[in-house]
């Protein structure tokens, strides 16, 4: 498949034509308006090198909130409260935890000095939320992400304290559910995902959800 380069033009090839690998395009930019005409269409950036590279992985990786499994290790965590939850108390401090924490079998992150300004811009127009927890009035973990209409598209989470993350991740999902949201992008496949409930759907269907889900 072809790999497209994007110029100054805010548009994108369709997610259909992208590599086996997700692969789409390369180059233009991180502008809100960009990024938003991305998350709209399924597709999101992922740095490699210097390079902006733009993905739409077939099949997808989703979670339904209302598949949301919860392990027996963490229920009595979340029901005596281990750690305080809130939400968009720290964006800041949450992209810049998971752009300089270690993470096994990577080396380094993708998440440049660029993608973290971008999305906290993303987060001053209100598109970007961070969902955190705290231990002893220290971030503990947290996870941060873009919504669209009834869509939550995650982007990167990290715990400096065991079972941190987890707890954030499905305290959050809880609260997206209540709040309305349907679809949570997972983006591409990860165990720790998967075992708390995130599948894969084939990419038609999650371009479809999208376009119900997204006003």
């Not at 709209?40 to 339904?64: M, Q, S, T």
């Not at 499994?69 to 005596?80: A, G, V």
């Amino acid at each position: 498949m072809p790999l497209f380069v994007l110029d100054k033009e805010l548009a994108f090839p369709p997610p259909y034509l992208a590599g086996p690998d997700g692969l789409l395009a390369m180059g233009g930019d991180l502008s809100p308006e960009r990024l938003l005409l991305a998350y709209r269409n399924g597709i999101f950036p992922w740095y490699e090198g210097e390079h902006i590279l733009w993905w739409a992985p077939d099949p997808r990786f989703v979670l339904f909130p209302g598949e949301l499994k919860i392990s027996k290790n963490i229920r009595p965590l979340l029901k005596k409260k281990e750690f305080d939850f809130t939400i968009n108390k720290a964006f800041v401090s949450v992209i810049h935890q998971c752009k300089k924490i270690t993470r096994p079998g990577q080396d380094g992150t993708w998440i440049t000095a660029e993608v973290e300004n971008a999305y906290i811009k993303m987060h001053e127009l209100g598109y970007a939320h961070s969902a955190e927890v705290w231990k002893n009035n220290e971030l503990a973990g947290g996870l941060y992400g873009i919504k669209l209409g009834n869509v939550f598209f995650g982007e990167s989470m990290f715990s400096k304290v065991s079972n941190a993350s987890r707890y954030a991740f499905i305290t959050y999902v809880q609260q997206l559910k209540e709040e309305g949201f349907q679809l949570i992008d997972c983006q591409v496949y990860t165990e720790y995902l998967e075992s708390m409930g995130a599948r894969m759907i084939p990419g038609k269907e999650f371009s479809t959800l999208l376009k119900q889900l997204i006003s």
